[in-house]
């Protein structure tokens, strides 16, 4: 099991209150106070941890940790104050962030070596550390925390309870929704590759960048990934999506609800990811693409220009991508070419 210690502070939550957040139920004593959540290993007093397999209970209910939250099987075991959820990892997670956001002390926080100007508008709770720039008419909205070093440029508008972790740069023309995760180094709204040639000179002239880039609620970017703004419209980042670290989403790509981009993989400019879509580690994928709803792309996928991917749930491999048993079957028919050989 990977070990997992995330202290909150000193807010504390009931078991009680927990379960009603989490939907689960308790069992035992919900006047239990937890503060924050860990791994079996590292877990102390007022921790919470969780088991998904019946083989973990007993190591959990002996561990350090004050309440276990677990599956259906651990109904009527003792040793401990429970929560019991038909998915645990999930109420799990519930949980942690029910705990960060009720560390929250609903007090605008500005460290003095930070530079607001004097538009600027936060909202009550927002908290800026240490040598953030916050622009001319920027918005912060409510209980958002802006980390050390970051820059949010003119008149970008950043929703409630959003945490930009240090050295994040947000460019001008660009809008965060509510509860937006963007991690360390992170680039967003920044120029899209845009050049146009000049066949008299062989010089290339700088195509306009003046589109906008609109992040949904609940998105989560991970450290130095970049997203272009819009050329002339906008790059838009659907609702739920999260992203790994050093992706490149280029400039008027639209990508759905719920998308999940593994690391290191790079889209070109105006592509369309529908919602749903899985992209695994180092894809890549060329301009005016389309993937559509459902699809699933595996690691090192690669997809030619204007081309479209179509069937939800179907798993496509390969470059140029293809489905997985097709792909494997290409493959093996290679390998008994070179063995006649």
Same mark, same amino acid.
């Given at each position: 099991?990977?070990? @997992?210690?995330?202290?909150?502070?000193?807010?504390?939550?009931?078991? /009680?209150?927990?379960a009603e957040?989490?939907?689960?139920?308790?069992?035992?004593?919900?006047? =239990?106070?937890?503060?924050?959540?860990?791994?079996?290993?590292? !877990?102390?007093?007022?921790?919470?941890?969780f088991v998904e397999?019946e083989?973990y @209970?007993?190591r959990?209910? /002996?561990?350090? $940790?004050?309440?276990?939250?677990?599956?259906?099987? #651990?109904?009527?075991s003792?040793?401990?104050? @429970?929560?019991?959820?038909?998915?645990?990892?999930?109420?799990?997670?519930?949980?942690?962030?029910?705990? /960060?956001?009720?560390?929250?002390?609903?007090? +605008?926080?500005? *460290?003095?070596s #930070?530079?607001? *100007?004097?538009? !600027?508008?936060? $909202?009550?709770?927002? !908290?800026?550390?240490?040598?953030?720039?916050? &622009?001319?008419? #920027?918005?912060?909205?409510?209980? +958002?925390?802006?980390? $050390?070093? %970051?820059?949010?440029?003119?008149?970008?508008?950043?929703?409630?309870?959003?945490?930009?972790?240090?050295?994040?740069?947000?460019?001008?023309?660009?809008?965060?929704?509510?509860?937006?995760?963007?991690? !360390?180094?992170?680039?967003?709204?920044?120029?899209g590759?845009?050049?146009?040639?000049?066949p008299?000179?062989?010089?290339?002239?700088k195509?306009?960048?003046?589109?906008?880039? =609109?992040?949904?609620?609940?998105?989560?970017?991970?450290?130095?990934?970049?997203i272009?703004?819009? &050329?002339?419209?906008? +790059?838009?980042?659907?609702?739920?999506?999260?992203?790994?670290?050093?992706? *490149?989403?280029?400039h008027? %790509?639209?990508?759905?609800?719920?998308?999940?981009? $593994?690391?290191? +993989?790079?889209?070109?400019?105006?592509?369309?990811i529908?919602n749903?879509v899985?992209?695994?580690?180092?894809?890549g994928?060329?301009?005016?693409?389309?993937?559509?709803?459902?699809?699933?792309?595996?690691?090192?996928?690669? =997809?030619?220009?204007?081309?479209v991917?179509?069937?939800?749930?179907?798993?496509?491999?390969?470059?140029p991508?293809?489905? =997985?048993?097709?792909?494997?079957?290409?493959?093996?028919?290679?390998?008994? @070419?070179?063995?006649?050989?």
């Amino acid at each position: 099991m990977s070990v @997992l210690c995330y202290r909150v502070g000193a807010m504390k939550r009931s078991l /009680q209150q927990i379960a009603e957040a989490v939907d689960a139920c308790v069992q035992g004593d919900g006047s =239990v106070e937890v503060g924050g959540v860990a791994s079996i290993g590292s !877990a102390s007093q007022h921790d919470l941890v969780f088991v998904e397999e019946e083989k973990y @209970l007993l190591r959990a209910l /002996q561990s350090g $940790a004050s309440a276990v939250i677990a599956g259906e099987f #651990a109904a009527g075991s003792s040793g401990k104050p @429970l929560l019991i959820s038909r998915h645990p990892k999930l109420a799990f997670a519930r949980a942690a962030r029910f705990l /960060q956001d009720g560390n929250r002390d609903g007090h +605008t926080s500005v *460290h003095a070596s #930070a530079v607001l *100007h004097s538009s !600027a508008r936060l $909202a009550p709770g927002v !908290a800026v550390e240490e040598h953030g720039v916050i &622009a001319e008419n #920027a918005e912060i909205g409510e209980n +958002t925390r802006i980390g $050390a070093g %970051c820059v949010i440029g003119r008149g970008v508008k950043i929703g409630r309870e959003c945490e930009v972790y240090p050295q994040v740069t947000i460019y001008p023309g660009t809008t965060l929704g509510d509860r937006v995760i963007v991690h !360390a180094g992170a680039v967003l709204g920044s120029d899209g590759f845009g050049y146009v040639r000049d066949p008299k000179s062989g010089r290339y002239e700088k195509f306009p960048q003046a589109g906008d880039l =609109v992040i949904e609620d609940d998105v989560e970017i991970g450290s130095n990934t970049t997203i272009d703004r819009g &050329a002339l419209d906008e +790059t838009r980042i659907g609702r739920g999506t999260k992203i790994d670290n050093l992706v *490149h989403i280029g400039h008027n %790509c639209r990508l759905g609800q719920n998308v999940v981009i $593994a690391a290191q +993989t790079g889209l070109s400019g105006s592509i369309v990811i529908e919602n749903d879509v899985v992209l695994g580690g180092q894809v890549g994928i060329g301009e005016h693409a389309r993937i559509e709803e459902g699809v699933m792309l595996g690691g090192q996928g690669g =997809v030619l220009p204007n081309k479209v991917l179509r069937g939800k749930g179907v798993a496509f491999w390969g470059t140029p991508a293809q489905p =997985v048993r097709q792909y494997l079957k290409q493959l093996a028919a290679l390998a008994r @070419l070179g063995k006649k050989r």
